[in-house]
């Protein structure tokens, strides 16, 4: 049974740029988070999809925006990259009713590098 | 708002001796508390959970927490530790005023086991 699948595992990027990123839940999971992790850091919520909005945000810039599709895959894009954008982006999903509860999955995430 | 703090940054420990990890977590309202370990290049996996009941949390690998709702408090405990146990700790929160679906985590504890 396949965990959460995260693409691309690392990317560079340019200031300026903008990037996507791809997040595909464990099977049976209906709702996916974002999270930021900068380097040395614990991981910061960025928001939460489920049924194809976005339920919470955290205290990020509207450069930041996510999607969620019918199959409960998600993207996040980042727009203007900016150098402190740099971390690893990790995707966690949960199953339906899981209120928190800890039934996260988490990702191996994403490694960004803005230059 | 609620926070997190991991009172190290590191904790050198020698093989099979007794280890704790502290976390404090700043909350006006009802919480469900986490640990979670990261190893190099992966993503985070739970160790244990604290939602109500009994303040004594047994988890994987021989891990266990106690929560201390005075003390604001759920620090990690494992009797023996192992090399394989050298990672990064993450202790987690998440509120009623989030909806249990944010979790804020603390900075992370490097735990270094040598033999």
């Not at chain 1, 300026?16 to 996916?32: E, F, I, M, N, Y």
């Not at chain 1, 380097?39 to 910061?44: A, F, I, R, S, V």
């Not at chain 2, 985070?44 to 927490?65: D, H, M, P, R």
Request: with cysteine.
């Amino acid at each position: 049974d396949a965990g959460v699948t995260q693409s691309p595992t690392h990317l560079i990027k340019t200031r300026g740029q903008q990037v996507t990123l791809r997040c595909s839940p464990k099977s049976g999971h209906d709702t996916v988070s974002w999270y930021q992790q900068a380097l040395g850091q614990g991981p910061q919520f960025i928001f939460q999809y489920y049924e194809e909005e976005e339920r919470q945000r955290g205290n990020f810039p509207d450069r930041f925006s996510g999607h969620q599709f019918p199959n409960y895959s998600s993207e996040l894009n980042v727009n203007a990259l900016l150098l402190g954008d740099s971390a690893l982006y990790l995707c966690a999903s949960s199953p339906p009713a899981d209120l928190g509860r800890g039934g996260y999955t988490f990702g191996s995430g994403t490694r960004l590098t803005v230059v | 708002a609620q926070s997190v703090t991991q009172l190290d940054s590191q904790v050198p420990v020698f093989e099979e001796a007794p280890v704790e990890l502290r976390c404090n977590y700043s909350s006006s309202v009802s919480v469900y508390l986490f640990w979670y370990v990261q190893y190099p290049n992966q993503g985070l996996q739970l160790l244990l959970k604290y939602l109500s009941g009994s303040t004594l949390v047994k988890g994987i690998n021989g891990f266990e927490a106690e929560f201390n709702k005075s003390q604001t408090s759920f620090h990690l405990r494992k009797p023996s530790v192992h090399i394989s146990d050298t990672a990064e700790y993450f202790c987690a929160v998440g509120s009623m005023n989030t909806g249990f679906q944010k979790l804020v985590f603390g900075t992370g504890t490097r735990l270094l086991v040598s033999p």
